[in-house]
């Protein structure tokens, strides 16, 4: 049985996930209006990811007979200046995600749940993986940004991402 510390923790967490959805489906609301269908489809990739997270998250809590109580996802209610700007809000909202892992992974620790340590491992080197996604894109719109034949190069190159479903075992 879930630690009732770590279980609302991963409760938590189900809902965060959803948000960074609803988040990540918004920058790509931007994105189409400004008409970077590229950067769309690549946030409308993440926020499939995110969903998954959550389905993770939600899965591993049934799957210890805990009950899992979902709540209302709040609107994002963020105002863009630029192209560059949701990017820096991805990379700010992506640190804040690898903290909530973090703070999981350290409450299972403390009470020496080494199974849900284990589970959380994929999250930790997932985060990795997010953050270095997010630098990336704004390194990228930093160097191509503001030259229009580039811009519409790099929008090209993320109108290819496609969605591959995590493979993680729970």
């Given amino acids: 049985m879930l630690n009732e510390r770590v279980s609302e923790l ?13 988040l990540y489906l918004d920058f790509s609301n931007y994105y189409e209006a400004a008409g970077l269908n590229g950067f ?15 389905m993770l998250f ?11 109580t979902l709540e209302a996802i709040a609107k994002p209610d963020l105002e863009f200046e630029n ?8 990379l700010a909202h992506e640190q804040y995600v690898t903290s909530l892992i973090n703070d999981i992974y350290a ?10 340590m284990q589970f959380l491992d994929w999250f930790i080197k997932e985060q990795g993986e997010e953050e270095t996604n997010a630098r990336d894109l704004i390194d990228k719109m ?3 940004g503001s030259d229009p034949k580039s811009l519409y190069m790099l929008n090209s ?3 290819a ?10």
């Avoid at 991963?10 to 609803?22: M, P, T």
């Fill in 107 to 116: 409450a299972a620790f403390e009470v020496k749940d080494f199974r849900t």
């Fill in 40 to 54: 769309a489809n690549w946030y409308k990739v993440q926020a499939q990811e995110e969903r998954d997270h959550a």
């Fill in 157 to 159: 190159e993320l109108a």
């Fill in 58 to 68: 939600y899965q591993y809590m049934q799957n210890n007979d805990v009950k899992v």
């Fill in 83 to 90: 192209n560059m700007s949701p990017l820096k809000e991805g």
């Fill in 10 to 22: 991963l409760n938590q967490q189900v809902n965060k996930e959803f948000y960074s959805a609803y």
């Fill in 142 to 144: 930093n160097m191509f």
């Fill in 161 to 170: 991402r496609t969605y591959t479903a995590p493979s993680l075992v729970l």
